[in-house]
């Protein structure tokens, strides 16, 4: 499939993706695992909600963690510039028969529930309350010292129709993956001027794979491995730390106290200037994904958060991908390069 053209002026303006909001059976458990692991800041606990940012972030929360009784993906957030580009993309979901609904949501702007046509539960808002930068705070880092949320990383049986949907809405792609067929299972959609804000990957969907924090360098990367070691986590240190080939970021996954993932990462690049084409990778040229590393153990590939009330979809045919364990039970020769992503 061939991508679509960049729309570089869309229905409404998407700035970036602003806050995920997850589902969590003890808020006290996730609560101190973000905090103490990740590093992130605790603005506000009130009743069932723990409202957390990262220590370069000045409004008031990046993550919600919400107490419920099973584990799930409440909402993905994105900000929107003006409050008439907030009208604008309410008539435009409705006008595709998305389900739609302004609500009110504490400590942000007139808010925008949407339904998207692939189940993904967003949330649109303009402003936030405003609270202290912590950036210069060195005293208080802690474990990744996470700056901010950088993207999330979502999962749907049909990538190439995600990809057409966003594309028209003014997300630009910076790169994709394709498959032997020729079709596109993995595009890195942005709008905030970096790699990406919104990923989606072909497998059973909707669901979220993992929303992804900057931390300052590869040192914290590596802090957050050895604090989460320390205090009793260290199994939820997943993958990694290793360096993606699509998006060239340094990464580390772990999984929090509900299985959610997240991801710590940072150097991607910019990719603003309208000249720029996607990066291609193609997996029928055998091209190599991934320039070391070994490939993601079968978890990694195939656990993920559903979106909360979602009825999932399995994609037809499911995307092949080589795991650890058939890595392992296959060894190759010192010089053959694996492919991961
Ligand atoms: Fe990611």
């Not at 009130?46 to 099973?70: P, T």
């Not at 998305?98 to 949501?105: I, Q």
């Not at 189940?119 to 808002?125: H, P, R």
Request: aromatic residues 10%; contains cysteine.
């Amino acid at each position: 499939m061939k991508l679509p053209e960049t729309v570089f002026d869309p229905p409404f303006r998407v700035t970036r993706t602003s806050h995920v909001v997850m589902e969590v059976k003890d808020l006290a458990a996730s609560t101190a695992f973000y905090t103490r692991v990740l590093g992130l800041v605790l603005t506000e606990q009130n009743g069932d909600r723990a409202y957390l940012r990262g220590i370069e972030e000045a409004c008031h929360h990046s993550l919600v963690l919400k107490r419920a009784d099973k584990p799930a993906c409440a909402r993905v957030g994105f900000r929107v510039y003006q409050e008439d580009d907030l009208d604008r993309a309410a008539k435009y979901f409705a006008a595709r028969k998305c389900e739609t609904a302004f609500v009110d949501a504490p400590h942000q702007s007139r808010t925008l529930h949407v339904t998207d046509p692939f189940g993904f539960l967003w949330e649109f808002c303009v402003r936030m309350d405003v609270v202290p930068r912590m950036l210069t705070d060195f005293q208080n880092y802690r474990g990744g010292a996470v700056l901010r949320l950088d993207h999330v990383q979502v999962l749907t049986p049909d990538v190439e129709a995600a990809n057409t949907f966003y594309m028209a809405l003014g997300f630009r792609c910076t790169e994709y993956i394709v498959n032997e067929a020729g079709m596109i299972t993995a595009t890195f959609l942005q709008r905030k001027g970096n790699t990406h804000d919104l990923v989606f990957v072909r497998s059973t969907g909707p669901r979220i794979h993992h929303f992804a924090f900057m931390t300052p360098d590869s040192h914290t990367l590596v802090h957050a491995c050895d604090t989460a070691g320390q205090l009793g986590y260290g199994a939820s240190v997943e993958r990694g730390p290793g360096r993606h080939g699509p998006g060239h970021a340094l990464y580390t996954y772990f999984r929090d106290p509900d299985g959610h993932r997240v991801e710590l990462c940072n150097t991607t690049y910019q990719t603003i200037d309208p000249e720029l084409e996607p990066t291609r990778w193609d997996r029928s040229g055998g091209q190599v994904i991934a320039e070391w590393g070994l490939p993601a153990q079968r978890v990694w590939y195939e656990e993920a958060t559903p979106f909360a009330g979602a009825t999932l979809t399995a994609p037809n045919p499911a995307l092949k991908r080589l795991s650890l364990e058939q890595y392992l039970d296959k060894p190759r020769e010192p010089s053959e390069q694996n492919r991961t992503v």
